[in-house]
């Protein structure tokens, strides 16, 4: 899940100035978990807004903003509220934002920040385990990731500055290294892991702006058929 938080109503504003009439679209998906986009969100938005003075025409939420058909046809639904909108809010990550903004060439404002992709603990606790490296390791440390998870980065090792299994960093965390030590200890890996150095990664996966583009089964077997 992309992780989110809601940016100042001020910054809002500021960004929305020139602008009179507004459209709201929030997300059903992340920024619903979130609790920074969603049917809620979206409706105090609508209020704060209208109370700063801003008309707004008409508010939506698809069930995933950053699915950009899915966006477009329910933006569709509501043409005329979108059409005399001068711009556009949208409370999601910023996937979601440029979504809108691939579909109209009016003024797009982010209303959230994106954080990180996010396991969620429990409902509203919410951790970065996963930075997306394009190459996952984790296999190598217990299921566990040191690149996210220590603030140092440390592959091959730990540190040493952790104090009682607490990250010297931030000592409200637990220092990873104790975490995949726990686990390889009892999967009887830690030998292994501990005689390993990290192999050298290959930077260029990551190296952005990062695509993904495959044919989905659905077509292809529909291909197949006809
Ligand atoms: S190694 Fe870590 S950052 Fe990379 S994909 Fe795996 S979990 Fe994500
Ligand atoms: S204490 Fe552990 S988690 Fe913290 S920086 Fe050092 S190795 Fe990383």
Redesign the pocket.
């Known amino acids: 899940m992309t992780v989110t938080e809601k940016k100042q109503f001020e910054d809002i504003l500021a960004s929305l100035e020139g602008a009179q009439k507004i459209f709201v679209i929030g997300c059903g998906d992340c920024a619903t978990v979130c609790e920074t986009g969603g049917e809620t969100e979206v409706a105090e938005m609508k209020k704060l807004l209208e109370e700063a003075g801003k008309t707004v025409t008409g508010t939506v939420v698809p069930d995933t903003a950053c699915e950009v058909l899915l966006t477009k046809k329910d933006m569709r639904k509501q043409q005329e509220a979108v059409d005399e909108a001068d711009a556009f809010l949208v409370l999601s990550c910023g996937a979601g934002v440029q979504a809108v903004s691939s579909i109209t060439e009016k003024m797009v404002v982010p209303g959230c920040n994106s954080l990180f992709?996010g396991d969620t603990i429990r409902k509203g606790q919410l951790f970065e385990?996963?930075?997306?490296?394009?190459?996952?390791?984790?296999g190598d440390?217990a299921g566990v990731?040191?690149?996210?998870?220590c603030p140092k980065g440390q592959m091959s090792g730990p540190c040493g500055g952790s104090q009682d299994g607490k990250c010297e960093v931030d000592p409200e965390q637990d220092c990873v290294w104790a975490i995949i030590y726990e686990r390889a200890k009892k999967l009887g890996t830690w030998d292994k892991i501990a005689a390993a150095v990290a192999a050298p990664r290959d930077h260029r996966k990551s190296t952005k702006p990062r695509k993904r583009v495959f044919e989905p089964r659905r077509l292809s077997e529909t291909k197949a058929k006809s």
């Open positions: 992709i385990w996963c930075s997306a490296c394009a190459e996952c390791v984790i440390y990731c040191p690149i996210t998870r």
